[in-house]
């Protein structure tokens, strides 16, 4: 590897984390402007990214423990944003579904980062918009086996 392309990977992850930290600051802030927990927020953009799953399942992706995800849910339902349904296929199993209609007020929250993420992406061409999509795709794959690995490192 060359000396440049390792400058040019460290100064990568420097600015990925800072972008991380930013994204954590924006949520909150968001959350915030929302009257809802920071936790909240997020787990209801969680659920309306993976649709219908139950508290078990809920509690592998958020990390969080199963009674703090039955108050969380408690919290999201009495919100309007959640509704606890039984699975069809299972009667015994409860599902957390997502409000449609929630998510989308959730959504209009967001429009103008939106509208300053559209405005950015028209300074780049097609092939490079689909280079930064690719890498936010394979970013997102590194991030979710790394929360993986920490879930079942934390339940050991």
Same mark, same amino acid.
């Given at each position: 590897?060359?000396?440049?392309? +390792? ?14 930290? %930013? ?16 936790? +909240? ?33 408690? %919290?999201?339902?009495?919100?309007? @944003? ?7 296929? +299972? ?18 929250? @967001? ?14 061409? $097609? +092939? ?9 795709? $394979? ?14 490192? %934390?339940?050991?």
């Amino acid at each position: 590897m060359s000396i440049n392309k +390792d400058v040019l990977l460290k100064r990568l992850i420097e600015e990925l984390h800072k972008y991380g930290m %930013r994204t954590s600051i924006f949520q909150q802030n968001m959350a915030q402007k929302m009257g809802v927990v920071h936790t +909240d927020l997020k787990t209801a953009n969680i659920l309306n990214e993976t649709g219908p799953i139950t508290a078990g399942e809920l509690s592998k992706i958020t990390g969080l423990s199963t009674g703090s995800v039955t108050a969380l849910v408690d %919290r999201l339902e009495k919100a309007g @944003y959640v509704s606890r349904e039984r699975d069809e296929s +299972d009667r015994r199993r409860v599902m957390i579904v997502p409000m449609p209609e929630r998510h989308k007020q959730i959504m209009n929250h @967001y429009n103008s980062l939106g509208m300053k993420i559209k405005q950015l992406g028209n300074h780049y061409g $097609d +092939d490079e918009l689909k280079l930064i999509l690719k890498f936010l795709s $394979d970013i997102t794959d590194v991030l979710d086996q790394e929360n993986e690995a920490l879930t079942k490192e %934390r339940d050991l």
